[in-house]
């Protein structure tokens, strides 16, 4: 491919997002050279990655420190950031986008580094499709304390696509600093069935885990509850179909193969509701279910599951 932004050679970073995801691409992005800033609002959270430094283990052993740490996004600014990944959970891109909003200049790419289906959207409707990109993510991790990761599984490639083609050279260069730095990633021009592949995954384990409590390991090797598991991937898979999203005539078995394989991970909704935190339900059962009545195609586990998820969330905030 012609590289369409010949002159783009980014060196400073942004990350919005202290959590496991905003860590790690932190500390690989560091530790390849590049200035890097993590922003965080929870400043406990998010000071240690440039004092004490981020520690990764498990499937990948890092120890690195950040350039800077900040606790708005208003401050990132002043740092200028080249290129900015939000790895905060999709509900809170409404806020996030508007404060970015306030101080994106043109030729800042930013990039939703995110599960869920049409995360980028929220992107985009404010910000104009030029700068925005979308990557899939094929890591688990969790924290255990702050700036403390933990990574049972990393199955990379990881992959990255620009909405808008004049932007394609840039997302080539990002691609290729992201695999110099130690997370292989590849330029692709079929993001969205990517988004689903890794969405029909999220949709059937994340929900399943949170209600459930068990890990991934657990849930998948639980006759009883992998027969859930099973009914939501195949309802999953039906939608895609439904909305000619090509998901591959072989995803089934390998979507199974990559949740069996994933070990004693805790998806992210389950550390959310672990957490008294607001879900991503909305992103993941809720889009596969808002895309089944496009199609006119039924979705009762999804349905149930949104519902489950959705009294848990209404139990934490009670309590
Ligand atoms: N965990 C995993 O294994 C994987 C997760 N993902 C996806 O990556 C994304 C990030 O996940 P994860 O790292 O687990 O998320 P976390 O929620 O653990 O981390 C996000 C952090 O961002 C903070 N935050 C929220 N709003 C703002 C804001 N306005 N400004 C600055 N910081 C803010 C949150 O604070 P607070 O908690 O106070 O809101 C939290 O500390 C999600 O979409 C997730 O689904 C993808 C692959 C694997
Ligand atoms: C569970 C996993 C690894 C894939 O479904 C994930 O993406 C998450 O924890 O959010």
New binding site residues.
Partial sequence: MTNKNPDFRPKRFAI?????????VGAFLSRGGYDVTI????PE??DPAATTGITIEGAEQVFQKVARTC???DDLAQYNPDVIF?????N?LP??VS?IEEFYKDGTYIIS????ID?ELEVSKVLGNKPVMRGV???????KGPCHVVMPFHHPPHYLQELAAESSGAAVTIARILTECGLPTEHTDRIIPMVWQ?SVM?ACM?SVCAVTGLTMAQATTDPIIFRLVDALMKECIQVARGNDILLGWDYYPKAVEYLKTAGN?K???L??IE?K?RT?ID??NGKFIEYGIRAGIETPYNNTLQSLVKGLESTMRSR
């Fill in positions: 919005i997002g202290a959590g496991p995801v905003g860590c790690i922003c965080d609002v929870v959270l998010v606790h708005s996004i939000i790895t905060v959970k999709a809170a806020l996030i404060a580094w995110q599960n869920g995360t993510v094929n890591w688990g991790c969790g924290l890794k999220n994340n991970h998806p992210s909704m550390m959310d957490n935190r991503e992103f993941m």
